[in-house]
Structure formats: C-alpha cells, structure tokens
T-cell receptor
Framework: AQSVTQLDSQVPVFEEAPVELRCNYS??????LFWYVQYPNQGLQLLLK??????LVESINGFEAEFNKSQTSFHLRKPSVHISDTAEYFC?????????????FGKGTLLTVNP | NAGVTQTPKFQVLKTGQSMTLQCAQD?????MSWYRQDPGMGLRLIHY???????DQGEVPNGYNVSRSTTEDFPLRLLSAAPSQTSVYFC?????????????FGSGTRLTVV
C-alpha cells in the first residue's frame, strides 16, 4: 500500500523568505502526485499536480514542486512567501489502475508566514 | 456555482444517535469519496465510489455506511455515533478515478459527538 510522509508538521517563516515543504512517498508502481492547500475553516484546494512528463510543475501563485523518482520525493517550494500563503499544505498520492484508485494524504504541514 | 455541496456544516450528536451527512456534486463526476480530518492525522479515506451503484471501503470504514444511487449524491451514514467519530468530514469528487484533473472538495461538515 502507498504512504505519504510529510517531514515537517509546522514550518514558520518570515515574509519574503523562501520555503520548502518536504514530501516523500512510498509506492511500487507509478503514481500521480498532488499538493493541496487548506486555508482556515475551508476545504482543500488543488495547488499543483504531477501526472507525467516534466518533473517540475508550477502553480499560478508562485509555488513549484519537483518530482524525484529516485528519491521518491515531491517537495514543494516557493522563492518568496507572502502572509496570504499561511495555510496547511497536504501532499497526496493517487495509486491504482483501471477505475480503482485511492488518494492517500500525508498528515499535513502548517505553513505560518510572519511579518 | 458548480462544485461539491456538503450539508450540514456543523452538527452535534449524542452517543448512539444516527445521522446522514449529505454530499452532492453537479459536475457529473463519476468518482466520489469521503474523508475524515483529525488533528495531526491528515485526511483518511472512509469510503469511495467509482460510479452509481458501486462503493468500496477506504482506510477507516468502520462505523460508516454509504450508498450511491445517483451520480450526483453520495451520503455518508453514521448508524450509532461514538465520540471517536468527532471529526471534520470532507466529500470529494473527480471526473477521473485517478484524479488527473484533481479532486474537488466540499467545505466540510464539523461533527461533534458527546
């Protein structure tokens, strides 16, 4: 069975600093990889995804993630964070075949951006 | 607006009571699922469905039932609520089972069992 490990439960940073949120997964087959963001008292929103092709994927608000198959990682990065990026971030992996897939989440990383 | 609608947003139950959490989507998505979110645990899959009439268990199915009579609706039933079921519940849907277009999440139901 697949699993997702987010190595940091909380990451505090100052505004305009760079940030990296780490994610490792375990699976013996090909996977789809996702990062979701959850703002306080809201549902989850898709931030970016890796399906195939280029290993570097970007979101519209400046985040990027790189798929590293050899290290089974999908770390999320942003070169300069804003106060509005404060949220909880979840890494997820989708594994399966045919019509039977399961989306498994990591435990989340709370990113707090301080002024 | 198209999306996933969950009702109610908040609910308090007494131990042993039953209730149904509603989930409806208007995007004609085949794949729907229920998750529970607990502090420090992330989201854990309860049940999922790959289409009308087809459901399967996820990681934490005990104490919950589901059915999928239509494409649009995927209700989650608690037959006899227990304090361990205090959680935030999210319904999600996708047009493809692998979620290659991403999963759309509802805004959640916060359930407290006393």
């Amino acid at each position: 069975a697949q699993s997702v490990t987010q190595l940091d439960s909380q990451v505090p940073v100052f505004e305009e600093a760079p940030v990296e949120l780490r994610c490792n997964y375990s699976s013996s087959v090909s996977v789809y990889l996702f990062w979701y963001v959850q703002y306080p008292n809201q549902g989850l929103q898709l931030l970016l995804k890796y399906l195939s092709g280029s290993t570097l994927v970007e979101s519209i608000n400046g985040f990027e993630a790189e798929f590293n198959k050899s290290q089974t990682s999908f770390h999320l990065r942003k070169p300069s964070v804003h106060i509005s990026d404060t949220a909880e971030y979840f890494c997820a992996v989708s594994v399966g075949g045919g019509s039977n897939y399961k989306l498994t989440f990591g435990k989340g990383t709370l990113l707090t951006v301080n002024p | 607006n198209a999306g996933v609608t969950q009702t109610p947003k908040f609910q308090v139950l007494k131990t042993g009571q039953s209730m149904t959490l509603q989930c409806a989507q208007d995007m004609n998505h085949e794949y729907m699922s229920w998750y529970r979110q607990d502090p420090g645990m992330g989201l854990r899959l309860i049940h999922y469905s790959v289409g009308a009439g087809i459901t399967d268990q996820g990681e934490v199915p005990n104490g919950y039932n589901v059915s999928r009579s239509t494409t649009e609706d995927f209700p989650l039933r608690l037959l006899s609520a227990a304090p361990s079921q205090t959680s935030v519940y999210f319904c999600a849907s996708s047009s493809l089972p692998g979620g290659s277009y991403g999963y759309t999440f509802g805004s959640g139901t916060r359930l407290t069992v006393v």
